[in-house]
């Protein structure tokens, strides 16, 4: 995903001139499109990683122009459809990984995409070479609950679940850039790898995650990302869907060469790829 070239548009009639072509409406446009692609037509991919390249604080500008245009109708349509299409990402039976790194731009609206990830790798410092600044993160109060997950809490509360002191810690971090280290204490990423271990965190990561049973994973995802309250939502196209209807009945499980059938016998399962 890339980010912004320009500087973001001054008001409301300025947002509704520039149609599809207003960078927020015209980014979750690709970014539903890329989501539905690799779910119908590459079955086989089980793992996706999401990055950005852009400027921190054109994005941040982007986000807080959302939040003072709320009443144009643009903009909330705009925010509805950010909400839709992460819950879509939310649901996809993939395994969901981010990459923060310099020069990345994961603010407000699009952070939300490495709070939806399964694990989130932040590079503490910067890569040898590279002038960039230091990766960085921004919060804003679109994180706070406009674009709830399908248990009906923001992404951050579903991943500071029951933590209520680390959500407020999380509220007054808003607004400003949020290192590697800051970011870790926050809880907002998994894993601050510096540049020594960089390549080879991220690279075993992945392909220890791609080794695994794909219908398990869509299981443990499942009830990792749909933690809280049970919803219909969540009912339907979370857990009880990735359970009773992939992990106990696909022939990753139950077929000849499935695990129930090899368990105890030493024997390695075949396992079919496909995640849908």
Known sequence: MKGPEAPAPADAAAIDAL??????????????????????????IGLWLFKSTGDLADVAAYDALLQRQTGDWLVREIVLYWKRTLKRLDMSARSLFASVEPGSCFAGFLLEIVLAADRSFMLEGALDGDNHPPAALHLSALNFGALPMGNGLSRIATRLLGDDAALARARDAQNRELRAGEAAALGLVTFTPDDIDWEDELRVAIESRASFSPDALTG?????????????ETKIFGRLTAWQNWIFQ???????????????TGRRADYKRERV
């Not at 443990?220 to 219909?232: F, H, K």
């Not at 990753?252 to 695990?259: D, K, L, P, Y």
């Open 19 to 44: 149609g599809t072509a207003f960078w927020p409406l015209a980014l979750v446009r690709a970014l539903d499109d890329a989501i539905l692609h690799l779910r119908f037509n590459e079955p086989e």
């Open 220 to 232: 443990m995802e499942a009830n990792l990302r749909m933690a809280g309250p049970e919803t219909m």
């Open 250 to 264: 696909r022939s990753n499980a139950a077929g000849e060469q499935g695990a129930l059938k090899l368990y105890g």
